[in-house]
């Protein structure tokens, strides 16, 4: 019973908190961060002050809270993607066309919010799984022939990360699918290196003729 009792609790916990979470946030969006008040978001979650003041400090802690969730969320959804089955280059397009969406549609957020929450040392950590998590992809993906030889996978994780960042300034998923394709279309070796590899053995077999 006590068990059980601790479940309903903490379960209970987490609903008030993500009450908290997605009413300041739709207040942020509305209103503008300076605007919001503490008093404000307990009376539209439909909790006291001091219930508020319980669970956090501030507006501002309320929203990097809300985000640090949300990039957990999606970090364990790539994660997801990584782990399936299929060849390394399809997981690999799987996870990185999913990130692009992520940050398509993070875009649509306001942009006082992403100038808030995209900061400090939790976004530094997070950056760095990802980083960590694309280039242990690329490595697969280049032990199968299929990655460019003159970038190291975590040169080119970075690569990635960055350039799929600009789906957040895209107009639609169709132009996000194309910004993958050209990202995914980089990472490859590239097959102008074969006829002239193909071009200087040819010259050298002319060149021994004329010698003779």
Aim: some cysteine.
């Amino acid at each position: 019973m006590p068990k059980l009792w601790n479940e309903t609790v903490e379960a209970h916990r987490h609903a008030v908190r993500d009450a908290i979470m997605e009413t300041t946030a739709a207040l942020a969006v509305e209103h503008g961060i300076a605007a919001v008040k503490m008093s404000q978001i307990a009376e539209q979650a439909g909790i006291g002050r001091a219930t508020l003041y319980k669970y956090f400090p501030d507006v501002e802690s309320i929203l990097i809270a809300r985000h640090q969730r949300h990039v957990e969320e999606h970090l364990a959804q790539l994660a997801q993607l990584r782990d399936r089955a299929g060849t390394p280059a399809e997981r690999l397009e799987a996870v990185l066309g999913a990130y692009a969406l992520i940050c398509h549609h993070r875009a649509r957020h306001g942009g006082e919010i992403s100038a808030l929450v995209h900061r400090g040392k939790p976004m530094d950590q997070a950056e760095q799984r990802l980083v960590d998590l694309f280039r242990d992809l690329l490595a697969d993906v280049a032990a199968t022939g299929g990655l460019r030889e003159d970038t190291s996978p975590e040169e080119l994780a970075t690569y990635c990360m960055h350039a799929l960042s600009a789906a957040g300034h895209l107009p639609d998923e169709t132009a996000v699918n194309r910004l993958v394709t050209v990202t995914l279309g980089g990472l490859r070796p590239s097959p102008a290196t074969i006829p002239a590899a193909g071009a200087q053995h040819h010259g050298r077999r002319r060149g021994g003729h004329g010698a003779h």
